[in-house]
């Protein structure tokens, strides 16, 4: 099976901030990486497909990029609704999550 | 507008069983892959089990691979995750969520129904 790595595991940024999560893959994955955001007591939101494509109603500050086994989740000028938790996706792996919290 | 509802989260005792739902409405049912997706308390998420359109096609993670069934009914808009041989270890949020694309992205998620395996 796939593993998906991701760093850092937590992450704290004031808000305005630009932030980089990095997800690395055991194994080639083309262009095929989901990025989820997940807030406490809520249900994941897709967020970037596709590596890089953004998913309707997605504010156009969160980016993704990377193909084969190094993608990337940037997120810019940070807004206090984006201190949640980010998992990659692919397929049936998920990475193992990235914390970011308001410093 | 798009919706999945999951209910059937209960308390149970190692070894029991337990059947959850997921009521889909305000899209085409018959024509995704569904999913379930897992988080135990404090966790990351953990795929579960997907169904292809028609139901002919099932596929499960090997934590619950010859426990868990996956199923569904197309005639009435749900889908099933059958449960049995619970360990403590199945404790967790279950998700249901339609697959969109090939690679078991999942667009639209439920609430979450919580299931605690516990003596």
């Known amino acids: 099976a796939i593993q998906l790595t991701q760093s850092p595991s937590s992450l704290s940024a004031s808000v305005g901030d630009t932030v980089t999560i990095t997800c690395r893959a055991s194994?080639?994955?083309?262009?095929?990486l989901a990025w989820y955001q997940q807030k406490p007591g809520k249900a994941p939101k897709l967020l970037i497909y596709?590596?890089?494509r953004l998913q309707s109603g997605v504010p156009s500050r969160f980016s993704g990029s990377g193909f084969g086994t190094d993608f990337t989740l940037t997120i810019s000028s940070l807004q206090p609704e984006d201190f949640a938790s980010y998992y990659c996706q692919y397929s049936r792996s998920f990475g193992q999550g990235t914390k970011l919290e308001i410093k | 507008e798009v919706q999945v509802v999951e209910s059937g989260g209960d308390l149970v005792q190692p070894g029991g069983s337990l059947r959850l739902s997921c009521a889909a409405s305000?899209?085409?049912?018959?024509?995704?892959?569904m999913s379930w997706v897992r988080q135990a308390p404090g966790k990351g998420l953990e795929w579960v089990a997907n169904i292809g359109e028609a139901g002919n096609a099932q596929n499960y993670g090997d934590s619950v691979k010859g426990r868990f069934t996956i199923s569904r009914d197309n005639a009435k808009n749900f889908m099933y995750l059958q449960m049995d041989s619970l360990r403590v270890e199945d404790t967790a949020v279950y998700y249901c969520?339609?697959?969109?694309?090939?690679?078991?992205?999942?667009?639209?998620w439920g609430q979450g129904t919580l299931v605690t395996v516990s003596s």
């Open positions: 596709d590596a890089s």
């Open positions: 305000g899209f085409t049912f018959s024509n995704y892959w």
């Open positions: 194994q080639g994955l083309g262009n095929v």
């Open positions: 969520g339609r697959v969109v694309g090939g690679y078991d992205v999942i667009a639209y």
